[in-house]
């Protein structure tokens, strides 16, 4: 060896075996000598943070916690946490597959997904949201609080609009757009809410078939009134058939005699006392027996204007236990009149009540753009139809019955109509308020 040279480091003998003999790493054959240090180097690599290092923690957390949801995928459901990491998870073999999977029947695996989200965002509102009106925003952003859930973006809704309309057109939501946004409240469909639907219509058929009792019983009332003060007509009044001519046999010889200038005095027998008193009224006999015509007017005038003052009785009673402060009723065609939702463009128009809620809110669906509105009964207004229409009794004494407009007072700001069903089928009703009518949807 020469002065001034650098000894060769003699190589291990482990690691000449491996140069010469190892056919998993040929890189070995070609090194001339393996650095000491190298087999010095601790078996732990620095570059990862410990367990319990505020970094490592850091990273726990984050990835616990809901990120972007641009960079995740519901194939592989893999959440990146930026946008370099989803582009390499893009590229990846496993991501491949999937899609190969994807693309053999894509609108089954949409169709999928958009019934597990729909599924589960209805859930989440009966359990969370059940009986109130709360705004498509609020529920959406309780919804994606789970890490897991699945994701609009692999839905057939773009938006969360879309998505809210066709729970609107489905029926299983009710819908509103307001000013503030789209409010959803639940339609709870379960066999207790139905058996309580049910409950109520039976009672309420229970109260008109009361209803209707008590109308027959009146006019039997009447019936028997009018019987009551029909002249009467007794046998004493008509004419009395004799009995048969008989000849006389006087076989004693007895004398016959016969007063020619006489006549005998018609026996009168007193009326009934029932017949005297109707409704009170005692008429004075003196003025019968004088003149029997005129005491008969009068028993027909009195007995009119008491039938007329019964049914008038009868209108009032009927007028104040059925005159309400709330008057909408499903079925019937009313009018937007809030100045508030001019800006929407439904200002004076025309709308469906579909659903009346706590009496004094409805529901309704507007004819032209078919959009669902919860509208106050103060800010609504009934709508009279063409001579001819149908209507229906919002208020009053007749409140609830179907009935036909017969004509217009335009002055007095009243309607005729003529009642088509129920129990007061044919009465005509010949002032009606404008308030107390209403246009019946076809």
Known sequence: MEVGQ??????????????????ICPDLRRASSFPRRALSAPR????????????????????????????????CQKQCRDENGFKCHCMSEGHQRQMQIFGQNPHRIVEGYSEEFEHTFLEHMKRSHRFSRVAATVVYNEYINDRHHIHMNSTQWATLT????????????????????????????????????????????????????????????IEKAEQLMLPPTSESDKPSQDDPPRELNNENGVKVGFSLG???RPV???????SKVVFGEVDEEKNEERNPG????RKEIGGKSTLDELMRDEEKKKEKINRKDYWLHEGIIVKVMSKVLAEKGYYKQKGLVRKVIDKYVGEI???????????????LETVIPQVGGRVKIVNGAYRGSIARL?????????????????????????????????????
């Open 6 to 23: 650098r000894p060769r480091a003699k190589t291990p003998f482990l690691i000449s075996f491996l140069r010469r003999a190892s056919p």
């Open 44 to 75: 732990f690599s620095m570059g990862k943070n410990d367990y319990l290092t505020p970094k490592a923690i850091a990273n726990r957390i984050k990835a616990k916690g809901l990120q972007k949801l641009r960079w995740y995928c519901q194939m």
């Open 162 to 221: 879309e998505f809210v309309k066709y729970l609107g057109r489905t029926g299983k939501c009710k819908v509103e757009e307001t000013p503030k946004g789209w409010f959803i409240t639940y339609i709870d469909r379960d066999s207790e809410t139905l058996f309580k639907e049910r409950m109520k219509n039976k009672r309420i058929k229970a109260d008109m078939a009361d209803e209707e009792k008590q109308e027959k019983e009146i006019r039997k009332q």
């Open 262 to 264: 006489s006549s005998a």
């Open 268 to 274: 009168t027998k007193e009326k009934p006392e029932a």
């Open 294 to 297: 005129n005491s008969l007017k």
């Open 365 to 379: 669906e507007m004819l032209e753009s078919k959009h669902v509105l919860r509208v106050d009964q103060a800010e």
């Open 406 to 442: 017969l004509g217009v007072d335009t002055d007095n700001f009243c309607a005729k109509v003529q009642i088509e069903k129920g129990p007061y089928d044919g009465r005509v009703l010949r002032a009606v308020e404008y308030e107390d009518i209403s246009k019946v949807a076809q």
